[in-house]
Each structure stands twice: as structure tokens, then as C-alpha cells.
Nanobody, 124 residues
């Protein structure tokens, strides 16, 4: 199983970025994929997740209305569209997957596989 994130970068506050997570090595349509982030000195926190079986999506309150998670099953890729970015969104963003369908946000300990992370920096 391999997850590879891309799309991070440096952006001004109010701007947008779209992260991608390319997955390989497993059946793509029976998993939940999540995006997490970790800022320096802070715990890794859940941002959003999507269940590929039914397309259900969930978001942390801090990003609700600004971030959108989606997936392209044909390309085995999950995306995180981030709009109206704020300096407090600065973090390393990680993609993760677990071999189950969830009915809400779940913590990092539930996830089986992780990507290497991509840096997002938002400046004011």
C-alpha cells in the first residue's frame, strides 16, 4: 500500500491550494480516506475524510465551508480543495486510509496507512 501526497506549497491568506493523494496497492472502493495536518509543536489533527463506498464526507469544524474532499476512483486519487486559506492552516498535510467505512470523523489511531506528507504554508 502506498499513498503519495502532492500539491502543497506557499500561498497568501485567502488563496487556494488543491492537494492530491495517489493511492496504490489495494482495492480503492472499500476504504475511508482521511486528510490530517500537523503544525509545529502541535498534535496531528483530523481535517476531513471520505468513504469511497458511498461518497460520504466529513469535516473538522475549523475547515468546514472552506475545504472540500473528493475522490476519483478511476484514478485512485483523493483530493483536498482548500479555499479561503488562513495562516493557521499552515501545517504538514497527510493523507491516510483505513480499511473500513466510517460514519463520521475518526482519530488518527484508526488509520492503517499514511503518506509522507506535503507542506502547506499560508502567509498573511
Amino acid at each position: 500500500v502506498q499513498l503519495v501526497e502532492s500539491g502543497g506549497g506557499l500561498v497568501q491568506a485567502g488563496g487556494s491550494l488543491k492537494l492530491s493523494c495517489a493511492a496504490s496497492g489495494f482495492t480503492f472502493d472499500e476504504n475511508t480516506f482521511g486528510w490530517f495536518r500537523q503544525a509545529p509543536g502541535k498534535e496531528r489533527e483530523a481535517v476531513s475524510c471520505i468513504s469511497n463506498s458511498d461518497g460520504s464526507t466529513y469535516y473538522a469544524d475549523s475547515v468546514k465551508g472552506r475545504f472540500t474532499i473528493s475522490s476519483d476512483n478511476a484514478k485512485n486519487t483523493v483530493f483536498l480543495q482548500m479555499d479561503s486559506l488562513k495562516p493557521e492552516d499552515t501545517a504538514v498535510y497527510y493523507c491516510a486510509t483505513l480499511r473500513a467505512v466510517v460514519s463520521g470523523m475518526v482519530g488518527r489511531d484508526e488509520y492503517d496507512y499514511w503518506g509522507q506528507g506535503t507542506q502547506v504554508t499560508v502567509f498573511s
